[in-house]
């Protein structure tokens, strides 16, 4: 990653690079990390429906929409980060757009409340490391909103201290859905892919 900048890893992106502008609390996650998470996710994520709860740089959401999702929501509440993700998309898709991308504003939580059950089929939750009270509220979100299928998959990137398996036994509904399938640790950050459990 050089500064300023992230790259897509994959897909019809693949190399076409996303600015990051200088904003308090925007942590884009890391290459190595997206690479790995991509390649447990299958590499291609064809058709599927995401949804980037704390979008920041919008690194997760376009590296989904560059590898064949159908469609990305992306949450961003601050309005400087919320235009630069419109400038990124705008600059990514100049050659032709591919899925299609719906950019919310507003506070993640109030927007994700209002999404129906099983209605994506990946979150990610990324959301500042200082607000720990959102890894759990944000999971407690993402465990009704994505599908329990073969191909639904929740990523929390977090800090060590946050715990998802202890995060998953606070959540009474749909909280015994969800299993860890892989950890990917990239610093300070830790990513932690939750996948339904094989029944």
Same mark, same amino acid.
């Given at each position: ?25 925007? !942590? ?5 990390? !997206? ?8 590499? !291609? ?53 591919? +899925? ?13 409340? +209002? ?85």
């Amino acid at each position: 990653m050089t500064p300023g900048k992230v790259r897509i890893i994959g897909g019809a992106w693949r190399g076409k690079s996303i600015k990051v502008i200088d904003s308090s609390g925007l !942590r884009p996650t890391a290459d190595r990390t !997206r690479e790995t998470l991509f390649n447990c996710l299958g590499q !291609r994520v064809d058709d599927l429906v995401c949804l980037d709860m704390f979008a920041g740089t919008g690194a997760l959401g376009f590296e989904a929409l560059s590898r064949g999702a159908a469609k990305v929501f992306m949450i961003e509440s601050a309005l400087a980060v919320f235009n630069a993700l419109k400038e990124n998309y705008t600059h990514l898709s100049k050659d032709g757009a591919l +899925g299609h991308l719906d950019l919310m504003k507003g506070n993640a939580f109030n927007l994700a409340k +209002g999404m129906v059950d099983d209605s994506v089929d990946i979150c990610f939750i990324d959301p500042p490391f200082e607000e720990k009270s959102f890894f759990l509220e944000g999971l407690q979100l993402a465990v009704r909103i994505t599908k329990k299928n073969s191909d639904s998959a929740i990523y929390l990137e977090h800090p060590k201290e946050i715990v998802p398996e202890e995060l998953l036994k606070q959540i009474p509904k749909y909280g015994d859905f969800w299993e860890i399938r892989r950890t990917i640790r990239s610093g300070m950050a830790i990513g932690t892919l939750l996948a339904p459990k094989s029944r």
